[in-house]
């Protein structure tokens, strides 16, 4: 007979400071999630010998292991993307960024494009396909690498692994050109050219943004869901600072950059700067 599962318990004063702690550290609003981070901490917890989430959270905030960290992220956000998500955003990609862009970079052929937020890679590596696409026989004269971000090294490892089930309404041309299929079963690993043209970094969105270039193009979608109105705003105004003058940020459908002065909307949750 299964023995039934219950979920530990949190106290008031852990709960609290479990959602400072996140906030503060990452950015992640959790202070009305307090049943989602019972149901799906306490089987992790009771796996690793923990009779309650003080004992957890004690360990947690001494020692700040990673591991530890790592587990409490990947619970709680959702690393959940596939190819080719909310597609009208890489039609005008393709459409109406890439040729303004070739034309603005004709002369240093660089051009930086920032996923934030990657997850497990889908998104940089559509856009590498695109760019690959556009650019044709002169790709090798572009520097078009793409900088692929997230905080989870779990969803990391599986972008830099680039293994795949691609969704059924991929380009069988895609499929062929920039995919190689892993023998018997229905995966395929991205292809070297597209694989290379991606630079996967660790990267925590409440740190300070200082790559080398100013990005022509930022992709932050379905990453903001998780914030409140002021770290949103913060962050809006970290990428607005990093971005060139009238470069492009990519949101989610779902999300809004709220009344800012600092982007004008040109199409569906896609902006630009001012």
Same mark, same amino acid.
Request: charged share 25%; glycine share 4%; hydrophobic share 40%.
């Given at each position: 007979?299964?023995?039934?599962? =219950?979920?530990? +318990?949190?106290? $008031?004063a852990?709960f609290?400071? #479990? %959602?400072?702690?996140?906030?503060?550290?990452?950015g992640?609003?959790?202070?009305?999630?307090?049943?989602?981070?019972?149901?799906r901490?306490?089987h992790?917890l009771k796996?690793?010998?923990?009779?309650?989430f003080?004992?957890?959270l004690? =360990?947690?905030? +001494?020692?700040k $292991?990673?591991?530890?960290?790592? #587990? %409490?992220?990947n619970?709680l956000?959702?690393?959940?993307?596939?190819?080719?998500?909310?597609?009208?955003?890489?039609?005008?990609?393709?459409?109406t960024?890439?040729?303004?862009?070739?034309?603005?970079?004709?002369?240093?052929?660089?051009?930086?494009?920032?996923?934030?937020?990657?997850s497990?890679?889908e998104?940089?590596?559509?856009l590498?396909?695109?760019?690959?696409?556009?650019?044709?026989?002169?790709a090798?004269?572009w520097?078009?690498?793409?900088?692929?971000?997230?905080?989870s090294?779990?969803?990391?490892?599986?972008?830099?692994a680039?293994?795949?089930q691609p969704?059924?309404?991929?380009?069988?041309?895609?499929?062929?050109?920039?995919?190689v299929?892993?023998?018997?079963?229905?995966?395929y690993?991205?292809?070297?050219?597209?694989?290379?043209?991606?630079?996967?970094r660790t990267?925590?969105?409440?740190?300070p943004?200082?790559?080398?270039?100013?990005?022509?193009?930022?992709?932050?979608?379905?990453?903001m869901?998780?914030?409140?109105?002021?770290?949103?705003?913060?962050?809006?105004k970290?990428?607005?600072?990093?971005?060139?003058p009238?470069?492009?940020?990519?949101?989610?459908?779902?999300?809004?950059?709220g009344?800012?002065?600092?982007?004008?909307m040109?199409?569906?949750?896609?902006?630009?700067k001012k």
């Amino acid at each position: 007979m299964d023995m039934i599962f =219950h979920d530990l +318990t949190i106290t $008031d004063a852990d709960f609290q400071r #479990l %959602v400072k702690f996140i906030h503060n550290n990452y950015g992640i609003d959790l202070s009305k999630k307090r049943q989602l981070i019972t149901s799906r901490l306490s089987h992790s917890l009771k796996d690793r010998g923990y009779k309650d989430f003080k004992s957890f959270l004690e =360990h947690l905030f +001494t020692t700040k $292991d990673p591991q530890d960290l790592e #587990l %409490v992220l990947n619970k709680l956000t959702t690393n959940y993307t596939y190819f080719l998500r909310e597609k009208e955003h890489f039609t005008f990609f393709r459409d109406t960024v890439l040729p303004e862009l070739a034309q603005r970079h004709q002369r240093d052929k660089v051009l930086s494009i920032w996923s934030a937020g990657c997850s497990s890679g889908e998104e940089p590596y559509t856009l590498s396909i695109y760019l690959k696409e556009f650019f044709g026989n002169q790709a090798k004269q572009w520097d078009t690498r793409v900088l692929a971000t997230d905080i989870s090294q779990q969803a990391l490892a599986k972008a830099r692994a680039g293994v795949y089930q691609p969704p059924a309404d991929m380009p069988s041309e895609w499929l062929r050109r920039y995919f190689v299929h892993n023998g018997a079963g229905t995966e395929y690993t991205v292809a070297p050219a597209i694989r290379d043209n991606v630079i996967f970094r660790t990267f925590n969105l409440m740190d300070p943004i200082h790559f080398k270039l100013k990005f022509d193009v930022i992709f932050c979608r379905n990453v903001m869901i998780y914030f409140d109105q002021s770290t949103r705003d913060a962050l809006v105004k970290r990428f607005y600072d990093a971005m060139n003058p009238n470069a492009y940020l990519f949101i989610s459908h779902s999300e809004s950059l709220g009344q800012t002065p600092l982007f004008r909307m040109v199409a569906s949750a896609v902006y630009r700067k001012k």
